[in-house]
Each structure stands twice: as C-alpha cells, then as structure tokens.
C-alpha cells in the first residue's frame, strides 16, 4: 500500500513560517542582548552601592570612636548589623589595617582574616572588586577609616553576586513577558497577512505558481489569436504576440505599462479599447488588416481593467466579398436565364407563326447587344479578372434598374499590373466602390454609374486610375471626414455589414501606397478616384480628400 505523498506547503504557510521563525529570533535576540546588557549595568549599579555605604561608614565618627577602644567588636557589629538593615547591601566588614575582622554577618568570622584583596586601600584608595569569599561571590567596595592622616582600619561592604543575579531575573522575566506579547501580536498580524495571500494564491505553493507561470507564458504564445489586457488606468497589462502582430507592435517595443491611447490605432478602434462596457465581435479596422473584436471587464466591484481579444479576419473578408460578388452574379444570371427563356419563346413563336426571317433577326439582334457589351468591356479593360468584374456588376447593376457603362477614355492592357498589386485587392476597391454609386444611384431619374479605368504609359511614376462616378445625390460636406471610417452609412436600415465597404476600400488603398479623393461629379453625384503606383514596393497610406480639394 503507497502512503500518499504530503502536499508541500503552500506559499502562503511558507512565509508565515518563515516569518515566525524571523520574529522568533529577532525577539530572543534582543531579549539575550538585554540580559547581558542589564547584568552589566546592574553589577556596575551594585559597585557604586557598596562604595557609597562603604565611605558612609568609614567616614561616620562612631566608628572612628569605636576603633580607638580596647575591644571594637563590642560597638561595631551591632552597627554593621544595623547597616546592612537599612541599606540594600549584603554586607559590611570593618577590620583593621592588617585585615582583621572586627565585623561580619556570621559573627563566627569575627577575628579572622578578611577574604579579599586590601593593599589598594592601604595606600589609602577606595576601590571595587568581584571576589568570593565566604558568602559567596560579590561584588564589593573596600575603602579606609583614617584618624587623622593615619588609616586605622578597613570598611568593605558588597553584595552578592546571587543577589545582582536575582534582581536581573526578575527584570528578564518581564522582559520576556513583553518579548512574548509582541511575538504574540507579530504571529497573529503575520497569520492575517498570510491568510489574505492564501485566498490571492488560491492556497498554491511557490512550485506550483511556477508552473502556472510557465504554463501562462507558453500558452501566450502558443495562441494565434491576439490578447491584450487592459488595467484600470486603460494601461497595457499585457500582450501577446498574436496582439503584437495584430496590432502592429514591433517585437521589441516595450509597450507594457504605457496608455492604450499610445499605440497610434484607427480611432474607432481605440475607443472599443477605452470603452467599459463589453463589446462583441465587433469587426474594426487597422491599416492592413480587419479585426475582430471582444472586450470583457474584469469583474470585481470596482473596475480593475479589461480583457480583450483579438481575430484576424481579413482573408475571411474578402472571401466573403467575393462570395457576395458570387451571389449577385447568381442572381444577375438567374435574371438573365429569364430573360434568355421569354427571349427564346419569341424565337420559337415566330418560327411557329412562319415568320423565320424575324426570328433570326431578333436571335441576332440580342446576340450583338450582349457581344457588344462584351467587346466593349474587353477593349476598353482587356486585365481578365477586373473585366469579369465588370461585365457581372454592369448585369447587377441592371438588374436593379441603374445603367453602369465603361467610359470611352478607359484602358488597362492585361500584363500591367505588377506582383504586388494582386487581384483580389483590385477586386475589393473598385467592386465596393461600385456598389456604393449603385446604392446612391438607384432610384433616381436617370440612374447612372460610370467607370473609368486607366493607366498612364511612359510616365516616369507610373500608376492606375481607377474613377467611379454616379448620379445619386453626391456627397454630403458633413459626412466628407467621416466617409471612409468603418461603420458609417447614410442608409436608414440593412444588415449589419454596413459602413464597411468604403473602409475597406481606403484600407487597400492605403496598404499598396496610394491615394483615395471624393469629389462632386459633373452634373452631380459623387466622383470617388482611386490612384495606385505602378512601380515597386511602396510605403505609406491612403490620401484621402474632400470635396473642394481639401486633404
């Protein structure tokens, strides 16, 4: 049977442990240093003692007296007796000069010689000493009795040493007493600190918040998707790559504590960061890409930041781009299998009716308009995919009732257009661009889109124009500013793809370094003109300017 294995300790009982330990030895420390810094002060208290009441009985006339007589005994030890009751010493030995005691508390010792040293107060000097003698180690004060100039005895009084001992104990033992309340106190503030750590910690030891630190670091740069965490200051707590990446933050930019508001992001998107209520999937744009974002408070009473993420959705744009593409071609097909089907009943009806000539030239008739429209489509724009563009948007187009042709002054050669302007993206400029005179233009008197595609040959910076104009109600100088950020639209209803298209458009714009204006168009409705350089790799952003030539 395997005995489980103990769980280490928590971080949290770690340091109370520690701190315990820290506390205890602190205060026995300095309790230690107190006792030998008191039995110190006390010895030297007690030696100042003795030599006070030393002198006092060598200079008190009694004695003095009493020593001039045949048997100083006799007067002496009752006196002494008397001394050592009212003062605080042990006890007081007055012998003559060769040390002789004429006092002692055993009066046993009486006559015999004193245990301790005298020459120094022969010479006539008061001094102290720490010697054992028969009560004991003391500490005591030796001075002389002089009559006259002539010393005619010794006064030693002293007390012991147990004595000094036991008054020092009793000082340490209310030390102690103090020394034990504050580790009390101390042990009781450091269980409350280190219980608040342990609901912080979630009662983990320091290993496993290390292994959740690496586990933490990896999966942040496991995940593709973009995180960044916002503190309550809208600080940046935290990113990952993916966010990086996203968002446009070089690899070795420090950006970890500085406003969100410091990383120069399309304002629309900046203000999802700032915003403190939850956002989800919203779509938002960046300078090359479209993202999907979702923000999501980080909850706790008072607000403590925000947790936001990120998704890269920019093929899938586009994909759905051309799959709406896709569809209105379906549908601009269907709406000529229609007409193709009633067409063929009429041929069918005339040649029943006897009447083949009219069949043939009415067969003829729709077969040159549509190989017309066709031909002039290719002549004027002979690069495949933006052809194939334009025949399907002019058969949408007139689907809904809007006339869109290509202007006679368009020309773009297949073969111009270099690797680094690929199709899709011409795709997406000139098709949103498209659909967006078609919506101003439809229910007009004369709905009407033109096209303008061209190249200019020879230039020295070569580039394409692509220009759209309609004949809806223009632009508004109002929303001119606001034309191209995600999400605007002047139409009062749809689905929730609107005000995407025109962002899009400067968003590609921008990407390969051209420039995107809004102008008023002859006989009104709005003129927008696309320029893209033709050469190289290029830099910078979409140009984009208003009505009236302002940028």
């Known amino acids: 049977m395997r005995l489980p294995v103990p769980r280490p300790r928590s971080l949290a009982g770690q340091l109370f442990a520690v701190q315990a330990v820290l506390l ?14 008191d039995r110190s002060q006390a010895e030297e208290t007690a030696g100042l003692q003795a030599e006070a009441v030393a002198r006092s009985v060598a200079d008190s006339p009694s004695v003095r007296e009493a020593i001039r007589t045949s048997d100083p005994s006799t007067s002496l030890q009752p006196y002494a007796v008397a001394v050592v009751r009212d003062t605080d010493v042990d006890f007081v030995t007055i012998m003559d000069p060769r040390g002789i005691r004429w006092t002692h508390p055993d009066p046993e010792q009486i006559g015999l010689p004193f245990r ?13 000493e720490t010697y054992t003698g028969t009560l004991g180690p003391s500490v005591r004060a030796v001075t002389p009795v002089r009559d006259g100039d002539r010393i005619v005895g010794l006064v030693s009084a002293g007390i012991r040493v147990e004595e000094i001992s036991a008054r020092v104990r009793g000082q340490l033992t209310a030390l102690l007493g103090v020394a034990a309340g504050a580790l009390g106190l101390g ?51 935290l990113i990952n790559d993916g966010g990086r990446e996203l968002l446009g933050v070089a690899p070795e ?26 956002r989800v999937d919203e779509v938002h744009l960046t300078a090359d890409r479209v993202l999907v974002v979702n923000t999501s408070p980080v909850s706790g009473g008072q ?46 009806s005339l040649i029943e009716l006897g009447r083949a000539q009219e069949a043939v030239d009415f067969a003829t008739a729709e077969l040159e308009l549509a190989q017309a429209l066709t031909d002039q489509v290719v002549a004027a724009v002979s690069e495949p ?27 773009l050669d297949d073969g111009l257009l270099p690797d680094t302007l690929p199709a899709r993206d011409l795709v997406t400029i000139l098709g949103n661009l498209i659909d967006n005179a078609v919506d101003a233009a439809q229910g007009g008197v004369r709905p009407r889109v ?60 921008g990407r390969h370094g051209g420039s995107l204006s809004v102008a008023s168009a002859e006989g009104g409705g709005a003129r927008f003109e696309v320029r893209l350089p033709l050469r190289g790799a290029v830099t910078g952003g979409a140009l984009v300017r208003c009505p009236g030539g302002g940028a």
């Open 303 to 348: 607000r403590r930041g925000s947790v936001v993420t990120l998704r890269d959705v920019t093929e899938l744009q586009s994909l759905m781009g051309e799959l709406d593409s896709e569809r209105g071609f379906t549908r601009a097909l269907r709406s000529q299998a229609h007409e193709a089907a009633n067409r063929l009943h009429t041929v069918v």
């Open 450 to 509: 033109t096209v303008t595609a061209l190249t200019a040959e020879g230039a020295a910076d070569p580039e394409l124009t692509l220009r759209v104009s309609d004949t809806g109600p223009g632009v508004d100088p109002d929303h001119a500013e606001t034309l191209f950020e995600r999400g605007f639209t002047t139409k009062q209803s749809g689905p929730g793809g609107r005000g995407l298209g025109l962002a899009l458009v400067r968003q590609a714009v």
């Open 116 to 128: 301790g040293h005298t020459a120094p107060a022969l010479e006539g000097r008061t001094f102290t």
């Open 385 to 411: 995919v933006l052809a194939a563009l334009l025949l399907g948007k002019t058969a949408q187009a007139n689907e809904r009732g809007v006339e869109l042709v290509v202007s006679p002054e368009s020309r």
């Open 187 to 237: 042990a009781i503030g450091t269980y409350v600190v280190n219980a608040r750590l342990r609901r912080h910690t979630h009662g983990m030891n320091a290993t496993e918040l290390s292994h959740m630190h690496d586990y933490h670091q990896a999966a942040l740069h496991a995940v593709r998707e973009g995180l960044l965490m916002l503190d309550g200051q809208f600080r940046i707590a």
């Open 24 to 37: 205890t030895v602190v205060v026995a420390g300095y309790a230690l240093f107190t006792y030998v810094s």
């Open 253 to 278: 930019e420090d950006v970890v504590g500085r406003p969100v508001t410091e990383l120069a992001l399309p304002s629309p998107l900046t203000g999802a960061l700032l915003d403190s209520k939850p």
